[in-house]
């Protein structure tokens, strides 16, 4: 195994525990987004490390990687957005007082 990919696996585990630990220690809205958001760029990071490690010649990695950056972009403005209309409407984006949303 090269030292690329032992760092580039470092660097992603790093980035998934801290966006674990803030998606499910905080109780601000934005705060989770971002957690989750740590998350996914983590899974991005692993992925184009094991391509460029083991098919290094294929293409279809590098659009995967696009496709979902835009849903990450997505997700947040839609995050956003609903933190938004929730601070507009009740003052707060702390989830602990979000019992409406319950399903």
């Known amino acids: 195994m090269s030292m690329e990919l032992i760092v ?3 660097m992603a585990a790093a980035l998934f525990g ?3 630990y803030g998606a499910l220690s905080q109780t601000n809205l934005v705060m989770i987004m971002m957690g989750i958001e740590l998350i996914l760029a ?3 990071i692993n992925m ?3 391509w460029r ?3 290094p010649e ?3 990695a590098q ?3 696009l496709i979902v950056m835009t849903v990450m972009a997505v997700e947040m403005a839609v995050g956003f957005g609903v933190a ?3 601070f507009r409407s009740r003052g707060s984006v702390e989830m602990e007082e979000a019992q409406e949303l319950k399903g």
């Open 8 to 10: 580039a696996l470092s």
């Open 18 to 20: 801290t966006g674990v």
């Open 42 to 44: 983590a899974a991005l």
């Open 48 to 50: 184009v490390a094991f």
């Open 53 to 55: 490690y083991l098919h």
């Open 58 to 60: 294929a293409m279809e």
């Open 63 to 65: 659009m995967f990687v």
């Open 84 to 86: 938004i209309a929730r």
